[in-house]
């Protein structure tokens, strides 16, 4: 297969591939060319072949209701040109974007899909937006107003229009969208939308009342298609789907597991170890000395910090445990704090442990999301702060 030529032994890969002999053999028929790698501190490799079938698992799940891709903040981190193509191969026709700036990219790599920008109109940009071939979603009576100046004076751009249903982020209230409805056609609005804001806590109480509000949206545009649910949505039940829905994260493979059994993780994030030590039993690791050792240890340096995206709170300390990284087969706790560019591993146990190695920081044996509950924060901020520094390789695509 061409992808695997691109690889070079990556551990967690080979990890996750075991299950697929027909892979293993490729990958195992591949030299551990460390030479190709040489100049950065590790490798970040991006599945899009599970990006593709992560896709076409949602779009299974969603049944009748379309399914969109949400690909803003460069699709999560993974890389919006190499993202949009794969999706679009797994049938992907609509998408999700942040800003004008990622929607003309995308219509770069595919002038035929539909994009709609969530962050709205900014003042001024109706004319251009529409000429790239960009919707915005309305999300204000400012913004309806100045798209509706436009559309008066012969534009002929399509819009969504967002409702408010408790957020109280982007969107109209439910007034105002009554209000609009006889303006359908002259708004050349193509999608009405609301955003969940617990979707992710099934039991919240604000799920159902946003449902029973954006239903009652809904019937306000009998001739529009519908749009509620984002990946957790898509979980809840299938009255969250409507006619489209616009998962992101759980393309991307954050929140998989106990939610999406059948997701596959898209990201492996490695570091290589670049020198291990000996550390005695009552000394400390790295900086801020917050964390001693409690038996002779041996501490593997790893080439990757919050420079590189990994997030500084994920740490380790006398108080609090931090993540941890995977290498020949297991796991190896994080020992103190993550700095610029360097975090300590604790390797005692892990003799086989070598310089020069690749640990895993997340990937197939460590889900993002746990690395980031380390940090007190959500898989979305590790994969949208990747750094710029790993080397790069796509592997899974066409
Ligand atoms: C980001 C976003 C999505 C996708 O959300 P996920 O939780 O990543 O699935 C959907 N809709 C809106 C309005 C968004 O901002």
Known sequence: ??????????????????????????????????????????RLTVDLGALARNWRTLADRAADAETAAAVKGDAYGIGLEQAVPALAKAGCRCFFVALPQEGIRLKALLPSATVYVLNGLLP??????????????????????????????????????????????????????????????????????????????????????????????????????????????????????????????????????????????????????????????????????????????????????????????????DGAPGASAFLHGRHAPLVGRISMDLMAIDVTDIPEARRGDHAELFGPNIPVDQVAASAGTIGYELLTSLGKRYRRHYVGGA
Not at 2 to 14: F, N, P, Q, V, Y
Not at 212 to 226: E, I, K, V, W, Y
């Open 124 to 317: 001024g940009e109706a004319a251009r937006l529409a000429a790239a071939g960009l919707r915005p979603v309305l999300g204000s009576m400012a913004e309806i107003d100045e798209w509706a100046a436009y559309r008066a004076a012969g534009g002929d751009g399509r819009a969504a229009l967002h409702v408010d249903t408790g957020m109280n982020r982007l969107g109209v209230t439910l007034d105002e969208a009554a209000a609009l409805a006889d303006r359908t056609e002259a708004l050349g609005l193509s999608l009405v939308m609301s955003h969940l804001a617990c979707a992710d806590q099934p039991e919240h109480p604000l799920n159902a009342a946003q449902l029973g509000a954006f239903a009652t949206a809904a019937r306000l545009f009998p001739s529009l298609p519908a749009s509620l649910a984002n990946s957790a949505g898509l979980h809840l039940s299938p009255d969250y789907s409507f006619d489209l829905v616009r998962p992101g994260i759980a393309l991307y493979g954050g929140r998989f597991g106990t939610d999406f059994p059948a997701l596959e993780p898209v990201v492996c994030v490695e570091a290589r170890i670049v020198q291990i030590r000996s550390v005695a039993a009552g000394e400390t690791v790295g900086y801020g000395a917050t964390q001693h050792v409690k038996r002779p240890s041996r501490i593997a340096i790893l080439s990757a910090g919050y420079a590189d995206g990994y997030h500084r709170m994920a740490g380790s300390s």
């Open 1 to 42: 297969m061409d992808w695997s030529a691109k690889i070079t032994g990556s551990i967690c890969l080979r990890n996750n591939l075991a299950a697929n002999p027909r892979k293993v053999a490729a990958m195992e028929s591949i030299d551990d060319a460390a030479a190709e790698i040489w100049g950065s501190g590790g």
